[in-house]
């Protein structure tokens, strides 16, 4: 092992020995400025960035924020008069969380100014949940102009933006808290999910959820979750019915799996007269066909009577009559009446019939079924269907919807279902031609990531070419006849100095001139010119 550092130090020495002077001070350099450059950047990012948390703000809400965010080691200011309270951008959501447990400024008095004073070091994140905690606040504020709402609390979940080229499903959601001094009418509760829903994009009014603060379910994402719901006239009642009746009978049929695809018209007669009557029935005794009387009235009458004693007539008396003469007859008679009135068991029916019953006798069902024969267009050319003849030429020959005989059973289903004798069902085969899939070309979705490759390579190959040793030929400059007579002139002063006799290059100088006077002239003729000029 310690062989390996050995060889590898004297690896490192020996490449750096391989640069010149100039370049190890210009690596020191850079090297040096690097450091220096990351430690003003780490001072600079560790310093806190302050930003405001909440305005207006009482000295007692001051006072108990300030004694949680030194607890839990948040930075934090206060300015203006302890009014203001500031809060390093870093930890505003750890503030805003401990805050709001505590029941101190809640997140509700976040608002759009708060939103956009950012600064540079806010992170893109941060700054969007930021504006979208303030467009919460801001549509709560506005449901809390309706009649009847105390407070409202809105929470939206955003789609992930943060998704791949191709994927383009992007589905939000929201729930509302109200918090109401009174009932808030159903009507109410559609009007603050439209506008729920108008306000958010990316929001269908199936993925909105309304509560009361009693966790009392007040809309579950469906205009129609009540029969009752958002009617304000017969019209809207008798549409709302209608509606009911034709997804009832759509999911029947679909659930059969024979059709793929069904449209339900329901007609509805609803009667929306109010029509109450009241009927009476006496008991019968048993063996009776007439009830008991309600009144007895009894009237009897007896009597009796006693003859003359002779025979009534012209016959002659055989004897002759002794005064005096008794009476010949008598009669006796009485009467009895009996005036009773009685009380019958009955029963009492009365029958109040509702606003808006259904008529089926009057009411009609119409449905259309459709069966999908799909044509596919790869398969008809591995078939060789599509040699003698193009894709739409097939197409336009047998785009033709056939007729399909409907099964009894279908519409005693309907029947059932609706409670509707009038049902009317028609059936058919509709075709459905499916083209070959093109494969799309997924490069482009890798061509973001070539070019931050690429850069990274381009980098890496400049800082290499930077730091690559570069041979450096160091060119001796031309003497100037100035610089040749000091150069002289000072080679004479150490020659006397140290010796009396002539050096050897100045023996070969004077030897040099004594047999070449012309071209001596003509160098010192060409320095001439070169300085005049």
Do not use: C
């Not at 992930?160 to 939000?172: I, P």
């Not at 009467?335 to 029963?347: A, E, G, H, Q, R």
């Amino acid at each position: 092992m310690p062989e390996f550092i050995t060889n590898f130090s004297n690896q490192i020495t020996e490449y750096w020995n391989k640069f010149t002077r100039t370049q190890k001070l210009q690596i020191i350099g850079i090297f040096l400025a690097s450091v220096a450059a990351l430690v003003v950047l780490a001072v600079v990012l560790s310093r806190p960035n302050m930003i405001i948390y909440a305005e207006n703000v009482t000295p007692d809400q001051m006072t108990a924020m300030v004694e949680i965010l030194t607890a839990n080691e948040i930075a934090h200011r206060y300015e203006d008069g302890a009014s203001t309270l500031y809060v390093d951008s870093r930890r505003f959501q750890d503030a805003k969380l401990l805050l709001f447990e505590q029941g101190i400024l809640s997140a509700t008095t976040f608002q759009w100014k708060e939103a956009f004073n950012t600064s540079l070091t806010t992170s893109s994140d941060d700054r969007a949940m930021m504006q979208q905690l303030a467009f919460e606040n801001e549509l709560g504020g506005l449901i809390e102009l309706i009649d009847k709402v105390k407070s409202a609390r809105v929470k939206i979940v955003l789609p992930d933006t943060e998704r791949f080229v191709l994927q383009q499903d992007k589905v939000a959601s929201a729930s509302v808290i109200l918090t109401t001094n009174g009932e808030l009418t159903e009507d109410q509760v559609y009007g603050i999910a439209s506008f729920v829903e108008t306000a958010v994009d990316n929001l269908s009014i199936g993925n909105i959820k309304i509560l009361d603060s009693n966790a009392k379910l007040l809309f579950n994402g469906s205009n129609d979750s009540s029969i009752f719901g958002s009617l304000n006239s017969h019209m809207d009642y008798r549409d709302a019915y209608e509606a009911k009746y034709e997804r009832t009978i759509e999911s029947l049929l679909l659930a059969r799996g024979e059709f793929d695809d069904a449209v339900v018209g329901v007609n509805l007669k609803i009667d929306f007269d109010s029509v109450s009557s009241e009927s009476e029935v006496y008991s019968i005794a048993e063996g009776e066909t007439e009830p008991y009387p309600t009144r007895v009235y009894i009237y009897e009458s007896t009597g009796t009577s006693t003859d003359a004693g002779g025979i009534p007539g012209t016959d002659t008396n055989a004897d002759t009559p002794t005064y005096p003469i008794d009476g010949g007859g008598g009669s006796e008679s009485e009467v009895f009446i009996s005036d009773k009135d009685l009380v019958p068991n009955s029963t009492i029916t009365k029958t109040v019939r509702s606003i808006g019953s259904i008529i089926p006798e009057d009411s009609t069902v119409t449905v259309t079924l459709n069966k999908y024969i799909y044509h596919r267009q790869a398969l008809l050319e591995e078939q060789g269907v599509l040699e003698e003849t193009t894709w739409e030429q097939y197409q336009e020959d047998n785009n033709v919807r056939n007729s399909v005989e409907v099964d009894p059973n279908i519409v005693q289903l309907i029947a059932n279902a609706s409670n509707i004798d009038e049902v009317f069902v028609m059936a058919y085969e509709v075709p459905v031609f499916v083209d070959t899939p093109i494969v799309e070309s997924r490069v482009a979705d890798y061509i973001p990531v070539i070019i931050i490759i690429l850069m990274i390579a381009l980098l890496g190959y400049a800082v290499y070419k930077g730091t690559e040793p570069v041979e450096i030929t160091e060119v001796e400059p031309e003497l100037s006849v100035e610089d040749m007579l000091a150069t002289t002139k000072s080679s004479d002063e150490l020659e006397a100095i140290e010796y009396d006799g002539k050096s050897e290059a100045r023996v070969q100088i004077e030897r040099f001139v004594d047999e070449n006077p012309d071209a001596v002239a003509q160098l010192l003729r060409n320095w001439l010119n070169e300085d005049w000029e």
